[in-house]
């Protein structure tokens, strides 16, 4: 059905993470995302209760998921499922994070550790935690969980 969305002519996609892009160009895509009717995203991980539990450089995805568009949807792999807040949270700054930030080259001490030094590097990535409990108003938020391993 997403990928349906996504390829529909009359309907205008905006990536704020594609490449090649000036850095104001990209700033501004991601504070239009808010206006959007629908916002697809990932998360860094979800609990067997069903928290959300995300970690933002910007905080543009986890205000994106609290307020703004109309409808989000959270593509969710098998390897992001956790049994409780505390593996999530370990999950996401012991893993999820310092992988990211060796994806984009960050110059923070978790790249070459490996794991989160709550550092105050000028790269920094670890700056707006979200941790969604309840979804309001009821139906916005729809996550699907997909039977493989999906990203960090």
């Known amino acids: 059905m997403i990928r349906a969305l996504i390829e529909d002519p009359d309907l205008e996609c905006v990536d704020p993470l594609e490449q090649d892009?000036?850095?104001e160009n990209?700033?501004?895509?991601?504070?239009q995302a808010f206006l959007v009717d629908l916002y697809i995203t990932g998360t860094n991980a979800v609990t067997e209760e069903g928290h959300?539990?995300?970690l933002d450089r910007r905080g543009n995805r986890v205000a994106a998921i609290?307020?703004?568009p109309k409808f989000v949807v959270i593509l969710v792999g098998r390897n992001k499922i956790v049994s409780g807040l505390d593996e999530a949270l370990l999950r996401v700054k012991d893993y999820a994070a310092p992988l990211?930030?060796?994806r984009i080259k960050a110059k923070t001490p978790c790249v070459k550790s490996s794991f989160c030094e709550d550092c105050n590097s000028p790269e920094r990535i670890c700056?707006?935690?979200?941790?969604?409990e309840k979804?309001?108003?009821k139906g916005r938020i729809k996550v699907?969980?997909?039977n493989q391993d999906m990203g960090f």
């Not at 990209?26 to 504070?31: G, N, T, W």
């Not at 700056?127 to 969604?132: D, H, L």
Request: proline share 7%; net charge positive; aromatic share 16%.
């Open 21 to 23: 892009i000036p850095f």
């Open 26 to 31: 990209s700033l501004e895509r991601r504070r």
């Open 52 to 54: 959300l539990v995300n």
């Open 66 to 68: 609290t307020f703004g």
């Open 100 to 102: 990211v930030a060796m």
């Open 127 to 132: 700056s707006a935690w979200g941790i969604v």
């Open 135 to 137: 979804f309001y108003p």
């Open 144 to 146: 699907v969980l997909i």
